[in-house]
């Protein structure tokens, strides 16, 4: 159990920039287990962005409490996966060669194609939370941030990791089935919960979860087509564009409840 609890500490330090308690330590072979709990550090992270809404939706406007609880969870990761998502657009909107696209993905510089897309990311997540009814929006928090990480672990699972050095690579060495499992079923109990609970129907619930997958496949065969493979900020762009499909399913299965 302890060692146990060495791995989770070890993801939050890894994709978080959260403190974690001293006793842990620090070994590199851990780094390469951890990942199993990649899910359940985006349920700790959506527990905390959920907190940070729900106490501001009392004494300021909705959208206000989203766009501050939004920064919270940027604060929280670093930008880890937004940065990551910028990447990506740059570097699949600037190159055609493989190499040239992680070339341009590994620049610290922000070019055209990452700015626009970040921008028009962050804006869709805003717009779509906004949307939702004000008792949805801390249950699909909850949904999407965990999930979102699972799809992570399902590509590191199932695709190469295609560079031969990067920050990301100590962490994404091939999972086990049983890692993958775990990450599966921790990313999929908090879905359960809200659903079981009545906190969301099953049916947005299930719409979100497919949009979200239809999205991760569209990234998996535009990596492979280009990369063969992916790279660390692949990864970010999995979770950003999983996590914001998730927000949009459910806008669009809760719709016709609006309506009415």
């Not at 620090?26 to 709990?37: E, G």
């Not at 910028?86 to 493989?98: E, I, T």
């Not at 717009?127 to 939702?132: A, D, F, G, N, W």
């Amino acid at each position: 159990m302890k060692y146990q609890l060495r791995l989770f500490f070890t993801a939050v330090q890894f994709f978080t920039r959260l403190p974690i308690p001293r006793w842990v330590g620090f070994d590199p072979q851990w780094l390469s287990r951890a990942t199993r709990y990649l899910p359940a550090v985006g349920l700790l992270i959506a527990i905390l962005c959920a907190g940070v809404y729900a106490i501001l939706v009392y004494c300021l406007p909705k959208s206000v409490a989203i766009l501050l609880s939004t920064v919270a969870g940027i604060y929280f990761t670093g930008a880890l996966h937004e940065d990551g998502f910028a990447d990506v657009c740059d570097g699949f909107g600037g190159g055609s060669q493989p190499q040239r696209v992680m070339e341009i993905m590994r620049d610290s510089r922000l070019g055209t194609f990452g700015v626009l897309g970040l921008v028009l990311l962050v804006a869709v997540k805003l717009v779509t939370l906004t949307s939702l009814p004000v008792e949805k929006i801390a249950p699909a928090l909850l949904v999407a941030h965990p999930f979102s990480r699972g799809c992570v672990a399902g590509l590191i699972w199932g695709m190469k990791y295609v560079r031969e050095e990067g920050k990301a690579k100590p962490m994404v060495q091939q999972m086990t089935v049983i890692e993958f499992v775990v990450s599966t079923l921790t990313a999929l109990c908090p879905l359960m919960l809200c659903g079981m609970s009545g906190w969301l129907p099953w049916s947005a619930l299930l719409l979100a979860s497919a949009v979200a997958l239809v999205a991760v496949m569209f990234l998996v065969r535009l990596f492979q087509r280009r990369l063969g493979g992916y790279t660390g900020d692949c990864l970010g762009a999995v979770q950003q564009l999983s996590e914001v499909a998730i927000y949009i399913g459910l806008l669009a299965g809760l719709s016709p409840a609006l309506s009415l």
